[in-house]
């Protein structure tokens, strides 16, 4: 919490002269609360969630069977390859249909991911007090 005075006027009239107004100042403390997470944690999430919109992107291009010689899908697929690639032997098995296939590792990379960088945001949150 972070506290800031307010200054507040207030123009009061007496009731014995209404034309006549008196002015009186008043200053309070007001508690406001920070914005949550620190500036780390939401670097973290931000950098998480552009992974995470790519592995995304790369499950859904080959779920529909994207083409890997467009330039675009092309660029999922490489850019998305380092992320993915330590997954890729954890199943043994390999569920295509026709020109698209279902990549659990794909999904399985996002939820790591997701989990670490909850971690890690966490991590960086530690000693800030709850709200």
């Known amino acids: 919490m972070v506290d800031r005075t307010e200054r507040?006027?207030?123009?009061?009239?007496?009731?014995?002269?209404?034309?006549?107004g008196q002015q009186e100042v008043v200053e309070r403390r007001v508690a406001t609360a920070e914005p949550e997470g620190s500036l780390a944690a939401r670097i973290i999430?931000?950098?998480?969630?552009?992974?995470?919109v790519l592995l995304?992107?790369?499950f859904v291009f080959a779920l529909l069977g994207a083409n890997p010689s467009n330039g675009f899908a092309n660029f999922i697929y490489t850019a998305s390859h380092?992320?993915?690639?330590?997954?890729?032997?954890i199943f043994g098995y390999n569920l295509r249909y026709g020109v698209s296939r279902f990549e659990t590792f794909t999904l399985v990379a996002m939820a790591v991911y997701a989990i670490i960088a909850w971690g890690l945001a966490r991590l960086?949150?530690?000693?800030?007090?709850?709200?």
């Not at 999430?45 to 995470?52: C, E």
């Not at 380092?82 to 032997?89: D, E, L, T």
């Not at 960086?124 to 709200?131: E, F, H, K, N, S």
């Open 124 to 131: 960086v949150t530690l000693r800030q007090p709850r709200a």
């Open 8 to 20: 507040v006027t207030r123009v009061t009239e007496p009731v014995e002269t209404p034309a006549v």
């Open 82 to 89: 380092p992320f993915v690639a330590p997954f890729f032997g």
């Open 56 to 58: 995304a992107f790369r």
């Open 45 to 52: 999430w931000y950098v998480a969630g552009v992974l995470l």
